[in-house]
C-alpha cells in the first residue's frame, strides 16, 4: 500500500496494528473508514493487476441512508 501512495498511519489502521503512543492512543480516535476503504482499493488493485494482468473495473455502490 505504502509504495502505491496510502500513508502509513493509514496503513496501520488497515493492519489494526496499535498506536505505540499512549497520548495518541487516548486522543486520536478517529476510524478513518474512507481512507482506510481507498487504501483496501489500492491493494485489490494491485493484486488484479498482478493476477489478471489488467485493473479491475468495481463500481462502487451507495450505503442505503
Known sequence: MGENGVLPEVIERCLNHKEPSKLIRTYQRQERLAE??????????????????????????????
Open 36 to 65: 482506510r476503504r481507498a487504501a483496501w482499493n489500492v491493494l485489490g488493485d494491485v493484486l488484479d493487476k498482478i493476477v489478471n494482468g489488467v485493473p479491475r473495473k468495481v463500481v462502487p455502490i451507495a450505503a442505503a441512508a
